[in-house]
């Protein structure tokens, strides 16, 4: 057994870990963990049974105790790992779950508690190559479908076709679910594959393909310097907010959509949005109820809608679509997806301040202070949003032109297959990466 008592750390991570929880501060102790990855398992778990006991997470205490005890038994590993990955930190569960594998190869259990670990980090490719690794053992529902899944998110579409071919159809109905999504994925893929790259840096075309969302515009920052399209921090404007609702109106053209009305979702935000969006659109404006027909749902973020009173509710009544129901949402979190996927999405942010929100600014000493929130009207607020300028930002010159026609294009080519299905959540970034700064 490690002992803090007898034996120094083997990792300057780890050291530093400590010294995180002796000023009890639990956040950087977990940050430094995360880069030991190649720590010895048992000097980590000890490390993290010390944070755990400090958060009060007791049965990732008691788990990392026992793994620090016997870090070369399969049982301890693996209860460890699913103890990460139950708290929220699958980075730390993926070397005892791969370590724990390779001492029980034949377990089902382990393959996908590692393969879970991986999902939750984003590692795709990594949990393809390890359902492979044991491909002779896979059962069709779920490792065979989980293979499908990652292949896709990874890029591999190939792959995924290959394996989706194999498939069996479900005994257990909880799968049917999960199956008509995979379907819809790779149809939609063979249909952007005609008019998109899908490459890399295909941030459209693989929104497109893993949640049927139509993405209206790409930051005009950073393209090249890891942002490939998503924005990092977003300080939001009025202006911004009309070239979203002109995008909108062009996507719903171009997919011959023909609505009848904008439905007002209860937080303030999307009010807000949605009154604008109604004159853009030229509807009239409805408050939100479920089931209604031939309407665009305007969301600022969902997330937003979320907090809101009455909320989870109406989120709840969002996953599935009524007929000729568009759901538009200006304003998406791409590092914490909301719970329902938007059939239309403005622009992919990591943080964003709207308009009306109390954003930072320079105060008269030149310093960067925080605004106050514009308390208006929502009309009010909203009529500004309709006479601002929806001029696109000119951004720093790196980010691939990206006029109106070409996304209308896209819009035509995909539209027999857009506006179908679920909206079930988003848990992926996918094969596009982009650089995280929180």
Not at 207 to 234: C, E, H, I, K, N
């Amino acid at each position: 057994m490690f002992s803090r008592r007898n034996r120094r750390p083997t990792s300057p991570e780890l050291a530093a870990a400590r010294e995180c929880l002796d000023r009890g501060d639990v956040p950087g102790a977990l940050r430094e963990l995360r880069q030991a990855s190649s720590a010895p398992l048992g000097e980590v778990a000890d490390v993290v049974g010390r944070a755990a006991g400090a958060a009060g997470f007791d049965d990732l205490r008691k788990a990392a105790t026992a793994l620090a005890a016997h870090p070369d038994r399969a049982r301890p590993l693996y209860d460890y790992g699913y103890a990460c990955v139950e708290r929220g930190v699958s980075y730390l569960a993926i070397p005892a779950l791969r370590e724990a594998l390779r001492l029980a190869p034949g377990s089902a259990g382990l393959l996908r508690e590692l393969v879970s670990a991986y999902e939750d980090e984003g590692r795709h490719r990594d949990a393809v190559d390890a359902l492979l690794a044991h491909e002779g053992g896979l059962a069709d529902w779920p490792d065979r479908y989980l293979l499908v899944f990652n292949a896709v998110l990874a890029g591999d579409l190939e792959l995924a076709r290959r394996q989706h071919a194999r498939l069996s159809a479900p005994a257990d109905d909880t799968w049917l679910g999960a199956r008509d999504r995979q379907n819809r994925v790779l149809e939609r893929s063979s249909v952007v594959g005609r008019v998109s790259p899908l490459d890399h840096s295909d941030l459209r075309g693989w929104q497109y393909v893993m949640g049927g969302t139509v993405l209206g515009t790409l930051s005009p920052f950073g393209f090249d310097a890891g942002m490939a399209g998503r924005y990092a921090y977003l300080q939001d404007s009025h202006e911004r907010c009309l070239y979203g609702l002109l995008r909108l109106k062009s996507v719903v053209a171009a997919a011959g959509v023909r609505p009848r009305s904008v439905s007002l979702l209860p937080d303030r935000g999307s009010r807000i949005l949605g009154l604008a969006a109604a004159e853009v659109l030229g509807l009239p404006a409805e408050p939100f109820e479920a089931g209604r027909e031939d309407t665009v749902v305007i969301a600022y973020d969902l997330a937003g809608t979320a907090r809101a009173a009455g909320g989870p509710e109406v989120i709840g009544q969002l996953f599935e679509r009524a007929p000729g129901q568009v759901l538009h949402e200006h304003a998406s979190c791409w590092t914490d997806p909301p719970a329902v996927t938007a059939d239309s999405v403005t622009l992919l942010h990591q943080s964003a301040v709207a308009p009306w929100e109390a954003g930072l600014r320079q105060g008269a000493d030149g310093e960067v202070e925080r605004g106050e929130p514009d308390r208006r009207p929502e009309a009010a607020i909203a009529a500004e949003i309709v006479g601002a300028d929806p001029a696109p930002e000119a951004g720093d010159g790196e980010t691939p032109a990206d006029p109106a026609e070409k996304l209308t294009d896209f819009v035509s080519a995909v539209a027999g297959t857009w506006l179908r299905g679920d909206r079930a959540r988003l848990r992926s970034s996918g094969p596009v990466t982009s650089s995280r700064f929180l």
